[in-house]
């Protein structure tokens, strides 16, 4: 996106220029140096943490069932 604007503001490029939103566009960068930092594997680290969790009660059960035997 930033690579869009140009440099400079000439008339070669005017009417490029009135095609920005400039309001909107400035919101948008303070907002994105603003985020909080997300981790963007958030979602598959709990999916893995879920998978972990689920082999170590298998395995705790099979044990169970083997002292059992």
Do not use: H, W
Not at 34 to 51: H, L, P, S, T
Request: overall charge positive.
């Amino acid at each position: 996106m930033l690579k869009a604007l140009p440099g400079k503001i000439t008339k070669y490029n005017m009417n490029q220029i009135s095609l920005f939103n400039f309001n909107i566009l400035q919101s948008a960068i303070i907002a994105f140096l603003n985020e909080d930092i997300v981790n963007a594997f958030e979602f598959y680290d709990k999916k893995n943490r879920d998978r972990v969790s689920n082999v170590r009660d298998l395995i705790i059960r099979q044990k169970d069932n083997l002292d059992k035997v």
